[in-house]
């Protein structure tokens, strides 16, 4: 892409892309800050369920059935407190990071405990969980400090009762940093949920809302985590900064994604697609002389883009990256259409004059597409006989064979085809020997070597000297001086083209043009 159209481009969008960018990050960043309460119950429901899920599968991985634990410790219990019973559970107690307390309850009123020697009431606070057996049921209670509940399992049989108290699922690492009291943890049983203890007994106020996590896990317990409104508040608080800067980030990779898909948009591949859908290719018309009658053979059609119908770009800018593209085939389409149109209400079919169009090799190895292009010469008024179809040299054939079958067809049809920048790239001579071409262009970089010494000179000198042997019609291009044209005469070569006769020239221009060499 040339600097002049990356200029065009760049101004039509970069001046607004930083503010569009500012935008875009502020809008983000606020965003993302105003979901800072949702952001925060996301949050403390992760961690909740994480802290709560870890804890209680621990405990069930470790005590796992309770029939299954509790039947090897109250066999080796003899129910008379003595001091083999005290070490027993004191040991028990000890080894095992799960068990808080063991206390035993005999027939006579005898009472011991791994912890300490105070029998265990269960008071109104204590909550029956489940029955698992005749002998064996789960309770609910607060320890004594009124903090957090604790799981006890009692088994009562015919010498007294075992009760085993279990640490707190809920352990400490459950309270939040900013206070004591903030959450709520209920333990129930699903198939009973009136039946609740509270982790913590002053916090009873947070049932009012609905629980902002409930756990079900497979020994039946249910699970619930209350939170005080205040505590999303501050940790929504304590986010915001957090999540603004997030949004801010994502804002820029947003923007930076919408400058991508904008370049891209504004690419010349994509404007020159715009161009053909908008037909803002627009023929412009080279005459092309006949130096010996000073008379108009005929005229070159030359492509120039109408960009956004403002601003005129020079075929140097797009043509190259079309050609490569393969975009040039539609253009050459949305040209030939207007040129046909244009020429038509000129009368020229009353005229002798030729006018040469520029096709690339894909073109002519189409057939199909060959096809088309006739047809819409022959629905114009223009006769096939007064088209010609320059091949360029700048690129190469890939099907030499298709190309010979179409150019014949095109013979058949009068319409002449040329070789176009002779000498200048892809095999000349076997061209016009395998194509059978009959009329070629000298090129302008030929032509600019008269009068001078360089060694192109021979090279021109060369392709006329072929040209006049082979019995083929010349064309000079690119004739800008009367040494040139002089020149080119004198060595045979009488039909030319170029600045010295005129400039590309506008319809309205060239209307003129014609009407006046027409008289």
Same mark, same amino acid.
């Given at each position: 892409?040339?600097?002049?159209?990356?200029?065009?481009?760049?101004?039509?969008?970069?001046?607004?892309?930083?503010?569009?960018?500012i935008?875009?990050?502020i809008i983000?960043?606020?965003? *993302?800050?105003l979901f800072?309460?949702?952001?925060? !119950?996301?949050?403390?429901?992760?961690?909740?369920n994480?802290?709560?899920?870890?804890?209680?599968?621990n405990?069930?991985?470790?005590?796992?059935d309770?029939?299954?634990?509790?039947? +090897?410790?109250?066999?080796?219990?003899?129910?008379?407190?003595g001091?083999r019973?005290?070490?027993?559970?004191?040991?028990?107690?000890?080894?095992?990071y799960?068990?808080?307390?063991?206390?035993?309850?005999?027939?006579?009123n005898?009472?011991?405990?791994?912890?300490?020697?105070?029998k265990?009431?269960?008071?109104?606070?204590?909550?029956?969980?489940?029955?698992?057996?005749?002998?064996?049921?789960?309770?609910?209670?607060?320890?004594?400090?009124?903090e957090?509940?604790?799981?006890?399992?009692?088994?009562?049989?015919?010498?007294?009762q075992v009760?085993?108290?279990?640490? +707190?699922?809920?352990?400490?690492?459950?309270?939040?940093?900013?206070?004591d009291?903030?959450?709520?943890?209920?333990?129930?049983?699903?198939?009973?949920?009136?039946? !609740?203890?509270? =982790?913590?007994?002053?916090?009873?106020?947070?049932?009012k =809302?609905p +629980?902002?996590?409930?756990?079900?896990?497979?020994?039946?317990?249910? $699970?619930?985590?209350?939170?005080?409104?205040?505590?999303?508040?501050?940790? =929504?608080?304590? $986010?915001?900064?957090?999540?603004?800067?997030?949004?801010?980030?994502?804002?820029?990779?947003v923007?930076?994604?919408?400058?991508f898909?904008?370049?891209?948009?504004?690419?010349?591949?994509?404007?020159?697609?715009?161009?053909?859908?908008?037909?803002?290719?627009i023929?412009?018309?080279? &005459?092309?002389?006949?130096?010996?009658?000073?008379?108009?053979?005929?005229c070159?059609?030359?492509?120039?883009?109408?960009?956004?119908k403002?601003?005129?770009? =020079?075929p140097?800018? /797009?043509i190259?990256?079309?050609?490569?593209?393969?975009?040039?085939?539609d253009?050459?389409?949305?040209?030939?259409?207007k040129? $046909?149109?244009?020429?038509?209400?000129?009368?020229?079919?009353?005229?002798?004059?030729?006018?040469?169009?520029?096709l690339? &090799?894909?073109?002519?190895?189409?057939?199909?597409?060959?096809?088309?292009?006739?047809?819409?010469?022959?629905?114009?008024?223009?006769? +096939? !006989?007064?088209?010609?179809?320059?091949?360029?040299?700048?690129?190469?054939?890939?099907?030499?064979?298709?190309?010979?079958?179409?150019?014949?067809y095109?013979?058949?049809?009068g319409?002449?085809?040329?070789?176009?920048?002779?000498?200048?790239?892809?095999?000349?001579?076997?061209?016009?020997?395998?194509?059978?071409?009959?009329s070629?262009?000298?090129?302008? #970089?030929?032509?600019? #070597?008269?009068g001078?010494?360089?060694?192109?000179l021979?090279?021109?000198?060369?392709i006329?000297?072929?040209?006049?042997k082979?019995? #083929?019609?010349?064309i000079?291009?690119?004739?800008?001086?009367?040494?040139?044209?002089?020149?080119?005469?004198?060595?045979?070569v009488?039909?030319?083209?170029?600045?010295?006769?005129?400039?590309?020239?506008?319809f309205?221009? /060239?209307?003129?043009? *014609? !009407?006046?060499?027409?008289?």
């Amino acid at each position: 892409m040339k600097s002049w159209l990356k200029t065009q481009l760049i101004a039509k969008y970069s001046t607004t892309m930083s503010l569009v960018a500012i935008i875009i990050v502020i809008i983000m960043a606020m965003c *993302f800050s105003l979901f800072s309460h949702y952001f925060a !119950k996301v949050q403390l429901s992760s961690t909740l369920n994480t802290i709560s899920s870890d804890l209680i599968d621990n405990y069930t991985t470790t005590i796992g059935d309770y029939q299954s634990f509790i039947k +090897p410790i109250v066999k080796n219990i003899s129910f008379d407190c003595g001091s083999r019973d005290q070490k027993y559970i004191e040991k028990l107690a000890y080894n095992n990071y799960y068990i808080r307390k063991i206390d035993i309850e005999t027939n006579d009123n005898q009472h011991c405990s791994s912890f300490d020697s105070n029998k265990t009431e269960f008071n109104s606070m204590s909550v029956f969980i489940k029955r698992l057996d005749k002998n064996l049921s789960l309770w609910s209670t607060l320890n004594n400090t009124n903090e957090q509940s604790i799981l006890s399992l009692i088994w009562k049989g015919e010498r007294g009762q075992v009760i085993i108290h279990f640490e +707190p699922i809920i352990s400490d690492v459950i309270r939040n940093k900013y206070c004591d009291n903030c959450i709520l943890s209920v333990i129930s049983t699903a198939d009973n949920t009136n039946k !609740k203890t509270y =982790s913590y007994n002053d916090a009873k106020s947070l049932l009012k =809302s609905p +629980p902002i996590t409930t756990e079900v896990f497979s020994n039946g317990l249910v $699970l619930s985590n209350y939170v005080d409104p205040k505590l999303l508040s501050i940790i =929504s608080m304590d $986010l915001k900064p957090l999540l603004f800067f997030i949004g801010g980030v994502l804002g820029f990779i947003v923007f930076l994604l919408l400058n991508f898909y904008i370049k891209r948009k504004l690419s010349l591949h994509s404007l020159i697609e715009k161009g053909i859908t908008r037909k803002e290719f627009i023929p412009y018309f080279q &005459p092309i002389v006949n130096v010996n009658s000073n008379r108009m053979y005929g005229c070159e059609v030359l492509v120039r883009w109408w960009f956004n119908k403002k601003e005129l770009i =020079s075929p140097d800018d /797009f043509i190259p990256y079309a050609e490569k593209s393969g975009l040039i085939i539609d253009i050459t389409d949305v040209l030939l259409e207007k040129t $046909l149109i244009q020429l038509s209400s000129l009368n020229w079919k009353n005229s002798s004059a030729i006018i040469s169009i520029n096709l690339v &090799p894909e073109q002519l190895e189409d057939k199909q597409h060959m096809r088309k292009v006739v047809d819409l010469i022959i629905k114009s008024s223009i006769l +096939p !006989k007064q088209i010609a179809f320059e091949i360029t040299e700048r690129m190469s054939f890939t099907d030499i064979d298709k190309a010979a079958s179409v150019i014949d067809y095109l013979k058949a049809q009068g319409i002449n085809v040329k070789l176009d920048d002779a000498g200048t790239g892809y095999g000349s001579f076997s061209y016009i020997q395998n194509l059978n071409l009959q009329s070629l262009k000298i090129d302008k #970089m030929f032509v600019d #070597m008269i009068g001078t010494h360089d060694h192109k000179l021979f090279v021109l000198d060369s392709i006329i000297a072929f040209g006049k042997k082979a019995g #083929m019609e010349m064309i000079a291009e690119g004739v800008e001086t009367k040494q040139q044209s002089d020149y080119l005469l004198q060595h045979g070569v009488y039909l030319q083209q170029g600045f010295y006769f005129s400039e590309p020239l506008k319809f309205e221009q /060239f209307s003129r043009y *014609f !009407k006046q060499d027409q008289k």
